[in-house]
T-cell receptor
């Protein structure tokens, strides 16, 4: 089955630790995105990548880092510099680099930092 | 800055009713608008994508309209069913510069009473 997988579904970390969230897609999509969702708020864009080895900051990139070494993978690292890391993280992809394409989302990872 | 507002924030109706969810955006410079469904604790499911040059899109019992000049979109759900209960999110792809991702509203939480 084609789709977007995110692992793990739930993640718990102690404050001060870096943590990496996985996002893999087998849809052969060029573009990939990371969003964050907090209760009562809309999703906000963290980082996006339109092609391999290239990525751009979104609206709330501070405290996060990404890499895009392979077309199918776009991992997100939440660093200790992120002040409020507890949130639901969603990965998305779209078939083309242009803005006209539909975005498809993965099942999400819920990160809790204590 | 582009802002997206969804009204109402919550809606509860008896099964079988037709209903309308509203979405408004502040800047008409958009490439497209996408409607999503989100079940509790899950990722987003894309329902409909309307390009800026289109007026409406239909899929089954769902019909979405777009009036770019007035900054409004509606999602019409016909003959509602309990399985339609979910949060519905509206998102626009802004064409006025800046980060290339979706700008989301906070959603409408819909409950269909059996």
């Amino acid at each position: 089955d084609g789709g977007i997988t995110q692992s793990p579904k739930y993640l718990f970390r102690k404050e001060g630790q870096n943590v990496t969230l996985s996002c893999e897609q087998n849809l052969n999509h060029d573009a990939m995105y990371w969003y964050r969702q907090d209760p009562g708020q809309g999703l906000r864009l963290i980082y996006y990548s339109q092609i391999v080895n290239d990525f751009q900051k979104g609206d709330i990139a501070e405290g996060y880092s990404v890499s895009r070494e392979k077309k199918e993978s776009f991992p997100l690292t939440v660093t200790s510099a992120q002040k409020n890391p507890t949130a639901f993280y969603l990965c998305a992809s779209s078939i083309g680099q242009g803005p006209w394409y539909e975005q498809y989302f993965g099942p999400g990872t819920r990160l809790t930092v204590t | 800055k582009q802002e997206v507002t969804q009204i109402p924030a919550a809606l509860s109706v008896p099964e079988g009713e037709n209903l309308v969810l509203n979405c408004s955006f502040t800047d008409s410079a958009i490439y497209n608008l996408q409607w999503f469904r989100q079940d509790p604790g899950k990722g987003l499911t894309s329902l409909l994508l309307i390009q800026s040059s289109q007026r409406e899109q239909t899929s089954g019992r769902l019909n979405a309209s777009l009036d770019k000049s007035s900054g409004r979109s509606t999602l019409y759900i016909a003959a509602s069913q309990p399985g339609d209960s979910a949060t519905y999110l509206c998102a626009v792809r802004y064409s006025g510069g800046g980060a290339d991702g979706l700008t989301f509203g906070k959603g409408t939480h819909l409950i269909i009473q059996p």
